[in-house]
C-alpha cells in the first residue's frame, strides 16, 4: 500500500512488505534487521531512481561501506565471486549472483558483511546502525546529493519537525529584561486570542516570567499538543490580559509583507501547509487598502523551499490558467503535471521576485512559474538548482529513506536541477555591468537575451560541462541591497519592465 504526503518539493511515502533474510547476529551486526532493512531499501529504490542502475551495481555500492569502516578491507567482484579482502589476501568469498533478482543479492550482502563484522574490530564497534548507515551513504556517493538513509532515532526526530511544533503560534525575543512578542502566527491560537507583536509575556500559569530569558519562556509555552495553559501578557497599551490555551501544532509563519513607500514588498522564508492562504490574505489586504501599491516584490532570497504544492498554489494566485511546473521520473507515479487555474490576484501589476544563490528548491519552483509565464521578472543571481524529488520509504528498522525519483521541469520545458533560475536582471558582476543592464532595458534592449535563451532551451540531461558556461554568466551570489533598488528602478519605468519579461508562452 502506498501513502503519499507533500513535502519540500514533493514527498511520497510508501509503506512496503519486506522479506528478510534469516540470519543470525554476528560480532555486533544483527544480519536479521540489516537483510530486512536491504531487502525493503532495494526493492524500493531499484524502480525508482532517476538513472536506472542494476541491483547488482547498488549492491556493490553499499558494500564499500566495509571499507569506509575500515580500509583494510575491500570488498571485490572476481570470477563471479564476491571477495572480502584484507591487506591483499581474501579472507572470505562467496559466489555472486548470476541474476538482479533482490532475493539473491541481499544475502551475498549479508554473507560479506557478517565475515567483516568477525574479522575487523572497527567494523564490530559500528554495530548495526553504524554498519547499515555505511552501506547507505556509499551506495548514494554514486547517486544524487539529496537520496540519504535516515537512522531510526533521527528519522524520529524528523518525523517530529515535519509535523510541526505544539504551541500557539508565537516569537519571542528578549528585549533587556522583557520579553517580547516578535511574531504572531496567522490564523493560530495567538492571534484569535489578541496577541499582537510587541506584546509583552508576564505570566505562564500564574507564575511570573520575570528574570526568565526568552528561550525559558518559550519552553514553558511549547508543549505537547492538546494540553492546556493560562497565558498572561501585557498590550502595548499597558494593559494585562489572561487568556487560557490548548497548544496546536502551527507552522511558523513563512509570509511577512509590509508597504515599502509604493511597493508591496512580501518575504516568503518557505512553503509550509499555510504560506498560500497567508500570502493570499496579506495580498489582499494590501489591494484593499486606500492606496494601492504600485508593484509587488516577492523576496524568496534565502528561501531554500518546502512543500511543492505550496510553490505551486502561490503560483496560482498570480498566474491564469496554465502549465506551472512538471515532474518526471521512471516510476509512472513520479510523473505529475501542475497547472494554474483561471482567476489572478493583482491582475496586472507589476511583480518582482527576488532570488539569490540560496534560493532552492520549491522557491525555484515558483521563480521560474513566474519568469517562464512572462508574469514577474526576476532580479538577482542564478539560483542554487535543487530540481529533484524525493520520496520517502519507512524502513523495518523504524529509519526512513529518501530516495530521488523524478526532476523538476519548468513551465518552458528545462530542468531546475543544477541549472537553478537565470534572472533577467543580474545583480552579480557588480554595480558597472548592473548600471548598463538598467539603461539597456530603459531602451528596450534585453542584454541577458542571449544568457536567458541559452538557459531555457537547455533540456535534461545536461552534459556537467554545459552547467557553469549556462550559468556563470550570472554567478550565484548572496542577495544584496541594491535587488530591492533594482526592484524600485523597473516598476517604476513600465518600459523597463517590459523588456525585461519574457514573452508569455503560446
Known amino acids: 500500500m502506498i501513502r503519499t504526503v507533500i513535502l519540500l518539493g514533493l514527498l511520497l ?135 540519504r538513509y535516515v537512522p531510526p532515532f533521527e528519522a524520529g526526530e524528523d518525523r517530529e519537525e515535519r509535523a510541526g511544533r505544539a504551541g500557539i503560534g508565537i516569537e519571542l525575543v528578549q528585549r533587556g529584561q522583557v520579553v517580547v512578542v516578535s511574531e504572531v502566527t496567522r490564523d493560530g491560537p495567538a492571534a484569535s486570542a489578541g496577541i499582537r507583536p510587541g506584546d509583552t509575556i508576564v505570566a505562564v500559569n500564574g507564575e511570573t516570567v520575570r528574570g526568565w530569558d526568552a528561550g525559558a519562556v518559550g519552553v514553558s509555552v511549547a508543549g505537547p499538543e492538546d494540553t492546556s495553559f ?22 511558523p509563519e513563512t509570509v511577512f509583507g509590509e508597504r515599502v513607500g509604493d511597493l508591496l514588498a512580501i518575504r516568503i522564508t518557505g512553503f509550509n501547509n499555510t504560506t498560500d492562504t497567508h500570502l493570499a490574505h496579506t495580498l489582499q489586504d494590501s489591494l484593499a487598502g486606500e492606496h494601492p501599491p504600485d508593484g509587488i516584490v516577492l523576496d524568496l532570497r534565502g528561501n531554500r523551499g518546502g512543500l511543492l504544492r505550496q510553490a505551486v498554489t502561490v503560483a496560482d494566485t498570480f498566474l491564469p490558467d496554465g502549465l506551472v511546473a512538471s515532474t518526471v ?32 528548491s520549491a522557491a525555484e519552483v515558483l521563480a521560474a512559474a513566474l519568469a517562464d509565464r512572462g508574469r514577474a521578472v526576476v532580479v538577482g543571481s542564478s539560483t542554487f538548482g535543487k530540481g529533484l524529488v524525493q520520496t520517502i520509504a519507512p524502513l523495518p528498522d523504524g529509519g526512513e529513506l529518501f530516495v530521488t ?52 532551451t537547455a533540456r535534461a540531461p545536461l552534459p556537467p560541462a554545459r552547467v557553469p558556461a549556462i550559468r556563470d554568466v550570472c554567478p550565484a551570489a548572496l542577495g544584496r541591497d541594491t535587488d530591492l533598488s533594482v526592484a524600485r528602478v523597473l516598476i517604476a519605468n513600465p518600459a523597463a519592465y517590459a523588456a525585461a519579461l519574457l514573452p508569455p508562452m503560446r
Open 13 to 147: 511515502a510508501a509503506q512496503l512488505g519486506a522479506h528478510p533474510v534469516h540470519a543470525q547476529p554476528v560480532g555486533g551486526f544483527d544480519a536479521q534487521v540489516a537483510a530486512s532493512v536491504y531487502t525493503a531499501a532495494l526493492s524500493f529504490m531499484a524502480p525508482r531512481i532517476v538513472d536506472p542502475e542494476p541491483v547488482s551495481r547498488l549492491t556493490q555500492w553499499g558494500l564499500q561501506g566495509i571499507t569506509a569502516l575500515d580500509p583494510r578491507l575491500t570488498v571485490e567482484l572476481h570470477d563471479s565471486k564476491l571477495r572480502l579482502v584484507k591487506r591483499g589476501g581474501a579472507v572470505f568469498e562467496t559466489a555472486a549472483p548470476k541474476d538482479e533478482l533482490i532475493a539473491n543479492w541481499v544475502p551475498a550482502a549479508i554473507a560479506i558483511t557478517k565475515a567483516a563484522a568477525v574479522a575487523s574490530a572497527a567494523v564490530r564497534s559500528a554495530g548495526t546502525v553504524g554498519i547499515v548507515q555505511a552501506f547507505f551513504d556509499e551506495l548514494f556517493n554514486h547517486l544524487d546529493p539529496y537520496s
Open 230 to 251: 493560562t497565558l498572561t501578557w501585557r498590550g502595548r497599551d499597558g494593559k494585562p490580559h489572561e487568556s487560557a490555551f490548548v497548544r496546536v501544532l502551527v507552522p
Open 329 to 360: 521520473g521512471r516510476a509512472p507515479e513520479s510523473d505529475h503535471v501542475w497547472n494554474s487555474t483561471p482567476g489572478e490576484l493583482a491582475e496586472g501589476m507589476p511583480v518582482i521576485v527576488l532570488v539569490d544563490g540560496r534560493t532552492a
Open 405 to 456: 525519483w523524478s526532476r523538476i521541469i519548468a513551465p518552458r520545458g528545462w530542468p531546475i536541477q543544477g541549472l537553478g533560475v537565470m534572472p533577467q536582471v543580474c545583480t552579480s558582476l557588480g554595480g558597472g555591468a548592473l548600471q548598463q543592464e538598467l539603461t539597456a532595458l530603459a531602451e528596450g534592449d534585453q542584454s541577458m537575451k542571449a544568457a536567458i535563451i541559452a538557459h531555457r
